[in-house]
Structure formats: C-alpha cells, structure tokens
C-alpha cells in the first residue's frame, strides 16, 4: 500500500504544484476549490495504474469516487467561473502581494488541500491495494449509502443552485426541499458519501479518513464557516436555525 500512496501522491503534488503556477498567472486562488472533489479522482486512478489487474472492488471505489468527483468539480467550477474569486481567499491572502502571496498560497492554500486529500483519500489507496479482495455484505452496504449520500449532495446543490438563480431569493433562506430538513443537505450527503466508500473496503485500519472528513464538516471548514456568513447576510437565518436540523435530517420543527 505505501508504494502506490508513495506514486498518488508523488502524481497529485505534481497536479497541484502546476495549478499554483495557474494561479499566479491568473492572479486568483478560489479555482483550487473545483479541483477538491478532482483530486481524489486523481488519488485514485493514479493508484490503479500502478496495479496488475483491477478487481471488482477496484471497480466500484473507482466508479464512486469518479462519479463524485467529477460532478463536484464541475459544479464548484461553474460557480468560480460566475462568481469569480471567493471571499475567503480575499480575506485569507489580504496585505499579502508579490512573491509572499505567492509562497503562502502554495503552502495554506495549494499545500494544505492536498494534505488532507492525502489523508482522506486513505480508504481509495487502500482499496486498490487488495487485488483480490470481493464484494460482500459491507461493500454492498457502502454502495447504498453512496446512493444516499450522493441524492442529498447532488439534490441539494441543484435546489441550492435554483435558490440563488432565482432575483426574488436576494436575502431570503433557502428552507425548502431537502433545505427543510437539515441546513446542509450537500454536507451531510459528503459525509455519506465518505462513509460509503471506506464501507466498501471497510479497512479499519483507515477508518480515520472518513471521519476527518465528518470533522472538517461539521466543525471545522463546513458548517461553522458557512454559517458564520450566512447568520450575517441572511436576517432569517436564526430562526432557521431554531426549526431546521443542523445536520442530520430530521422533520423541521413547526
């Protein structure tokens, strides 16, 4: 398993040393979010080419975290491209100009990404390195917990999407569809998604992977930052929070 973690990451350094390189050409960072869900992919495929034969656990960690992926990269890219540089990084990189913008970049934001995909992408790497290994009950129990995970990620964000499309939404909360039972419907579907694919393999000896990913959204860059902004921008968002379910779904209260 350490070899191909070893060549993934050797792979995913070299992908994200030449985004940093676009970004200093273009002069804007937040594009590096679009590559999030893509350089798992990346994790992964670059794993299986270092393999003989790809069995049929291989196939579907391959398939799942593709089909994840690659529709979050494209969603997050459609919304860089319309939205432009994300306020984050503006505050982030604020007072920073020249060659130090460029050597904090790299490190907290380039090199800090592909950290914690390193990590979380533990399951993936794992996966490919057992060749033989079968589907069973646990694989098959991951697969329909993708499906969830998936249908609260992908539905969310369509409704979200809608929601911010819509001129009649400007300072308005979105608290219907899935929005009506948990405030972060995209969130919880992530976290599912994760558990699904470490269940796949379920190697307990990378089950830390999925639950950083858990903790980075529920406590540290996803509910709590987001939140932050919105209980500002959004007059009703408090008594959102009073009915809605913060995570979990649940009926909202009445």
């Not at 792979?11 to 994200?16: I, T």
Request: hydrophobic share 50%; aromatic share 14%.
């Amino acid at each position: 398993m350490l070899d191909l973690y070893l060549y993934a990451a050797t792979v995913l350094s070299g992908v994200l040393l030449s985004l940093w390189i676009i970004s200093i050409l273009i002069g804007r960072v937040s594009f590096i979010d679009a590559f999030w869900g893509v350089g798992f992919v990346v994790v992964a495929w670059a794993a299986a080419s270092q393999l003989v034969e790809i069995g049929p656990m291989q196939t579907v960690v391959l398939v799942l975290v593709t089909l994840w992926g690659l529709r979050l990269g494209l969603y997050l890219l459609r919304r860089f491209l319309r939205d432009g540089e994300d306020s984050r990084y503006v505050r982030m990189t604020k007072g920073k100009e020249g060659v130090s913008r460029h050597i904090f970049t790299l490190w907290f934001v380039f090199g800090l990404q592909g950290a914690l995909m390193l990590i979380i992408s533990a399951p993936l790497v794992s996966a490919m390195a057992q060749p033989s290994a079968q589907l069973d009950l646990f694989a098959y129990a991951g697969i329909a917990l993708w499906v969830v995970g998936a249908f609260f990620e992908w539905i969310g964000d369509l409704q979200l999407s809608r929601f911010k499309a819509d001129p009649n939404s400007e300072g308005k909360v979105l608290d219907t569809g899935l929005w009506a039972w948990t405030r972060h419907p995209n969130y919880f579907g992530d976290t599912c998604v994760w558990w699904g694919i470490w269940l796949v393999g379920h190697d307990l000896t990378v089950i830390f992977a999925p639950a950083v990913m858990t903790f980075l959204l529920m406590k540290w860059s996803g509910v709590p930052l987001l939140e932050k902004g919105l209980k500002k921008r959004r007059p009703g968002y408090e008594d959102y929070i009073k009915r809605t379910s913060s995570f979990f779904p649940r009926p909202p209260k009445q």
